[in-house]
């Protein structure tokens, strides 16, 4: 099978192309590499186009047209607006059209985003979401609605093969721990690690449901390589809430640091709670996560470790 995959240089892509490349499929990956700090793609059966995906095109022959590429990171999204909403919106058109073309299965990677600060936790795919359409993080909420809505336009109108995940908190070996592209679970290890203050924005009561990416690749092959999805919207998350707090004192724990916890003011529009509700990708796919938070916590230290050492 020939994939597209955009972003499969970023945390998510990068794992995921190991394990297709392991079972022998061909990858083209469309990256900007704007925010890579290290390349940790295979070096075999996989080529890499250094583009925005905005402005990618190719007569390459694709089955597959996987859409990750975007800038998950809050304080990087927001420092960057007008990237993040565009990649968002031109870049998902760009790719649909690819698809379009060679009749190919499409498969967006969305965002728990989409449901901003949801009344229902764990939040269905049913739930419309409570996004604020013109606060901070609507470069990134609006463009990830906008794009799901583009990508249901294209299955209406042109009866394309379409599947979409919206992934929530997915965290492991390779994620960025610096400056603005840092995500809580990696941010935190490398404070603990490092012996740096542990920086929780409020009073960690906000909860988040993480997920390891091992169990993120299983349930993104299953949603790309089932027959018969077509149209169809999947969380792929965690139903287990965690407070930051507790997650800070896990880290802690599991890293043996003596790292203090310092409290700075909350961010903007920081959604209260979130965690998914796992009712359908259990019932149509036999998907539920493996991997639990204190065994993924543990492998993620265990792989900074080296990588910082
Ligand atoms: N967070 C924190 N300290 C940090 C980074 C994040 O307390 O240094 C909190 C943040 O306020 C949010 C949660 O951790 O409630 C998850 O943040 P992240 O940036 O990983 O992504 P989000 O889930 O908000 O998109």
Redesign the pocket.
Known sequence: MQLLVSGGAGFLGSHLIDDLVSKGENVTVVDNLSTIKHLYLPEKGVKLVKEKVENFDSSEKFDFVIHLAAR????DYMNNPVDTALSNSLGTQKLLEIARKNDATFVYTS???VYGNPSIVPTPEDYWGFVNPIGV?SC?DESKRFSEALIMAYHRQYNLDVRIQRP??V?GPRLREDGTY???????IY?ALKGED?????D?S???AFLYIDDWVDATERIIFTEGLSGEVFNVGSDKETK?ID??KLILRVSNSRSMIKF?P??VD???R?AADLHKIKEKLGWYPKTSLEEGIKKTVEWFGGAIN
């Open positions: 998950p990171s809050p304080e965002s728990s985003e993080r990134y929530f908190n965290y840092g995500r809580v679970v990696s941010r935190f404070q542990i920086t929780i924005f409020g960690g906000q909860t988040r930051i997650l800070a700075l909350s961010r920081d959604p209260p979130r």
